[in-house]
């Protein structure tokens, strides 16, 4: 693992049995690259700006201490941690079996704006592990003020979808044999509550055993306790997301339409990726004085 001399803002990690590797930009803390049996895992839009001028689409954003915004602060979309620079802290572990690596993030990082909307003393400590076709990133909060803060938090990953063209009988016709987003099945979110953010947030119960994603889809599934949640790309391949110490999944596409108005996300960007993001969004969680809140996640690639 090094902070290489020509891209000293960003952080490769390789673990060497199996050449799995994982890029890291100190800004936000943001998984922008994990590869391993020689694919790309994570999903950057096309449009994503890299200059540290806004929050990278795509990979993993650390969306901390809000989801979305709250009125009681004044801070940007999804808070500060995704568009702050992280201190590197270095190998933690580096075995035949994992590479670990650490970043932090504490209020002497933000800007006096910042520090001002959210005027709490706090630790953030961000673990990457990477094994042979699993990558882990575990967040840990450390209260260390004087009084309790509350925050949420979600890793909002962009898992890649592949488009692939999928051989079927004569007569060829290619919208039935390209497969993409359209055709990913997610298993695992069955009976949960969902709170649907593109029908003016209303509550409903998924009742279907295999999720898919036609059109935009904007939903967090609340206090998910099924272990793992698979995303079935339909090729063969996919993921298993496992989520430890969060209570929520956020199941995200922004479809066609929505992504002509974002200007960070190709036109034709979307049929890549699919969001599955693990935090505790659904509710506040509360962090009394010197106490320490560790949540996160572990994808399989299979
Ligand atoms: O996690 C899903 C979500 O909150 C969506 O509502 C969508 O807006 C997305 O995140 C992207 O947010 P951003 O601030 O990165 O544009």
Same mark, same amino acid.
């Given at each position: 693992? *090094? ?21 890291? +930009?100190?800004?936000? @803390? ?28 795509? $990979?993993?954003? =650390? ?11 004044? *801070? ?38 910042? &520090? ?41 990953? +962009? ?23 359209? &055709? ?32 935009? !889809?904007?939903?967090? +599934? ?13 090729? %063969?391949?996919?993921? !298993?997301?496992?989520?430890? %110490? =969060? ?7 922004? $479809? ?9 996300? $190709? ?5 890549? +990726? ?26 399989? @690639? *299979?």
């Amino acid at each position: 693992a *090094l902070l290489s001399h020509s891209q000293p803002h960003i952080v490769s990690i390789h673990h060497a049995a199996s050449a799995a590797s994982a890029e890291i +930009y100190l800004y936000g @803390a943001t998984l922008s690259s994990w590869k391993t049996k020689g694919k790309e895992r994570l999903f950057v839009s096309t449009k994503a700006i890299l200059d540290e001028s806004k929050a990278i689409r795509g $990979g993993i954003p =650390v969306v901390f201490p809000v989801f979305g915004t709250q009125e009681q602060f004044n *801070l940007p979309q999804h808070g500060f941690a995704r568009i702050s620079k992280w201190e590197w802290l270095g190998i933690i572990t580096e075995t035949d079996e994992e590479i670990s690596v650490q970043f932090g993030l504490g209020e002497a990082k933000l800007t006096d704006a910042l &520090r001002l909307a959210w005027p709490n003393s706090f630790r953030l400590t961000y673990t990457v592990t990477l094994t042979a076709d699993m990558l882990k990133t575990v967040l840990s909060v450390k209260n260390e003020g004087s009084n309790a803060f509350e925050f949420n938090t979600l890793l909002h990953t +962009y898992l890649s979808v592949p488009l692939v063209i999928v051989p079927t009988p004569l007569p060829f016709r290619f919208d039935r044999n390209l497969q993409d987003v359209s &055709r990913i099945h997610i298993s695992g979110l069955t009976g949960h509550t969902f709170v649907d953010k593109v029908a003016a947030n209303a509550r409903h119960v998924e009742d279907r055993e295999l999720v898919t994603i036609q059109g935009e !889809v904007d939903r967090v +599934y609340v206090d998910v306790q099924t272990p793992e949640i698979r995303v079935d790309d339909g090729v %063969g391949g996919g993921y !298993v997301v496992r989520k430890t %110490g =969060v209570r929520d999944t956020v199941v995200w596409n922004i $479809g066609a339409e929505k992504a002509r108005t974002m200007a960070d996300m $190709g036109d034709n960007d979307w049929p890549h +990726y699919i969001c599955v993001e693990v935090g505790s969004v659904g509710e506040l969680v509360l962090l009394g004085r010197g106490e320490t809140w560790t949540g996160g996640q572990t994808i399989t @690639a *299979l």
